[in-house]
């Protein structure tokens, strides 16, 4: 088969033909689209635990199986308890060989039917993206019709389906970004407003939109105390990520006031796996593409989501 | 009636006679114990918003109603939401006049019965205090039997309760504190163990205790990150205090890579009041005195607290 392979850390990735994958009590998927998540890149550039190379990337994937469109739950050993993955979880795509290929291994138990109201490409966008954000809104920000909701970075791919995901809920969703043309997408979308993080009057922000019941994050860093003061009484905060850094700065006596609940949250658990795409299907949510590639794109590919340049999900169509 | 005044921001309290209360639509209940929060001694340096003088501190207390003990809830308005306290939220004790006096005001509705099993003196120690306790470990945390607690600064009033209600619970509790007599006290209680924070070595703290699944916390400062790195996966951190001031250096990796929650929670609502009387009325529990004082030994009391010389709750015997 044809794989997109990361044979050395900082290198640029090859495509070529490599063995196909051995069922080894599984079942191979015929992949006919994928999609990147940042974790790709980092792993690309060594910033990942476990690392072992060569390895075929990818974490999302739709394919073929016994000849109908399936997609892939990236999970493996999610473990027994809801709250916390167990202590051998691990995705595909590290250290199982991923979905940036022909053909993918993976557990009999985790593929289902692709959603009908997509086409490969959109669906392969939604596993690991999807999962994050369903995690992060419903169940651990327990997001409600009406909660006021604010999503930060919103050209990412998480941040997306969180933001696709509240305003499903019926939920008023603004947004944050350091792209004015970001904002303006999001605001064809359905979002209420923006705020340039890169210009921002927080205060004045505020002020214009009335606090925040949910804020969605993947930023962390001094920001974060902004977003403290931007919640409301009984508000929750999730973050899924932390590109600026560690969190300093957070005031205790405004947290402890207004009853504030901080969420770390990671990934998702099958049933939230499950949850979330039937309820893309309930919504006939459809994840935004920003791009689509050929494995043989790869490189460009990846640099586009290094550059942070996308809305939407990066994905690749697989012949 | 008698009572213990603070006339002006700084002074010493004088004890006096003033007029008594009137009912204005509640009800008067001679006060024959009251108890001390760190939140009085804050008010008498001024650290405390919308400060008025002169003024009756005391949030706690306990006495007759037309002639049968009672318990008085320190509440007003919390309002609707479980989740948050509404605006117009206040405690006895300021604005309203407090418990250090021979009589006190009270909404009708914010008396019940004192539990049998304690004294008044014993009683009058557990409102504020094991109501902030009871939300941030029952309600906040959800802590149950199964969970390893700690519990910071074990020498505090709230971390007395916290301790008591999980030790209640079934759970292994361990302690800490800046005192190792606080914590060998802690142990005779029940406690697995200690760490002097002073003296602290964390790493072998966490690989001695397995870790923690819940953490009650009231310093807050850049020793917070320790307690992150004490958390098991799923942990749940809450603090009802900042004593060390604001929250810096945490890490948001680890934060969500554990999945971890992280609760700022204060005070309590009218049903978690009710709730935490009937649990402590279930487990026979006893709140821990430190010391009794008459109002005329106010101004001893209260350098006791500001000292923190204190294990369990400083009380007033009120004739």
Redesign the interface.
């Known amino acids: 088969m044809k794989a997109l392979i990361l044979k050395e850390l900082g290198q640029p990735l090859i495509v070529s033909d490599t063995d196909d994958p051995k069922a080894n009590g599984g079942i191979i998927v015929d992949v006919k689209a994928a999609a990147m998540n940042h974790r790709d890149v980092w792993i690309t550039k060594g910033m990942y635990p476990g690392i072992k190379v060569p390895i075929i990337l990818g974490s999302d994937g739709v394919g073929l199986y016994q000849g109908k469109p399936v997609i892939i739950n990236p999970n493996h050993n999610w473990g027994e ?1 809801e ?3 167990s202590s051998t979880y691990h995705i595909l795509g590290l250290p199982t060989q991923g979905t940036f290929a022909g053909k993918v291994r993976v557990d009999a138990d985790k593929i289902r039917p692709k959603p009908e109201h997509l086409t490969m490409e959109q669906a392969a966008a939604l596993p690991l993206g999807g999962m994050t954000a369903y995690r992060a809104l419903m169940t ?1 920000c327990q997001a409600r019709k009406e909660d006021r909701v604010l999503i930060s970075g919103v050209g990412g791919g998480v941040a997306l389906f969180a933001f696709q995901f509240a305003l499903a809920l019926g939920c008023e969703v603004w947004v944050t970004s350091g792209s004015d043309w970001k904002i303006a997408k999001a605001e064809e979308m359905g979002a209420a407003g923006g705020l340039n993080y890169k210009t921002a009057d927080w205060k004045s922000f505020g002020k214009q939109t009335g606090g925040f019941d949910v804020i969605i994050d993947s930023a ?1 860093g001094d920001g974060f105390m902004n977003l403290v003061k931007l919640c409301n ?2 508000g929750r905060i999730c ?4 590109t600026r ?22 990934m998702g658990s099958d049933k939230e796996f499950n949850d979330m795409v039937d309820f893309v299907d309930r919504h006939k949510i459809v994840p935004v593409i920003d791009s689509i590639y050929t494995l043989e794109g790869g490189n460009d590919a990846f640099l586009r989501m290094e550059k942070g340049l996308q809305f939407g999900k990066i994905v690749f169509n697989i012949q």
Do not use: E, H
Request: aromatic share 18%; hydrophobic share 30%; no cysteine.
């Open positions: 308890s709250q916390y993955q651990r962390g009484p009984g973050f899924y990520g932390g850094g560690n969190i300093s700065k957070l005031n205790p006596q405004i947290i402890f006031w207004k009853q504030l609940s901080i969420f770390g949250s990671t």
